[in-house]
């Protein structure tokens, strides 16, 4: 059974940096594509960033390209998402997603962590 736990959310002032962290485990890590999604109150759940399973290519969502990163570490089990330059927008739980596909930007992800709050004060 796939396991997906999220860390490293908080508050942070606008202009500010975090780094949420996603550990897998019961997975064959390499298997999977991974993701980070987000939802903000009253909005619908938003694609963030992604790493394809096989040749690590990202993709981000237009909102937080050349302000976010995604990177995963094999030897970890976790994939990372370093998030700078914070705005007040950018306020959501995020989601941690895994899926045996290669394709990244869909809403097709079986597996999802229980999500990790990320607050940015204006």
């Known amino acids: 059974q796939v396991q997906l736990v999220e860390s490293g959310g908080g508050l942070v002032q606008n202009g500010g940096s975090l780094r949420l962290s996603c550990e897998a485990s019961?997975?064959?890590?390499?298997?999977?594509?991974m993701a980070w999604f987000r939802q903000a109150p009253g909005k619908e759940r938003e694609f963030v960033a992604g790493?394809?399973?096989?040749?690590?290519?990202?993709y981000y969502g237009d909102s937080v390209k050349g302000r976010f990163t995604i990177s995963r570490d094999y030897a970890q089990n976790t994939v990372y998402l370093q998030m700078n330059s914070l705005e007040p927008e950018d306020t959501a739980v995020y989601y941690c997603a895994a899926r045996l596909g290669t394709t990244v930007i869909t809403a097709q992800y079986d597996n999802w962590g229980q999500g990790t709050q990320v607050t940015v004060s204006s």
């Open positions: 019961g997975v064959t890590f390499s298997t999977y594509t």
């Open positions: 790493v394809r399973r096989t040749t690590g290519t990202t």
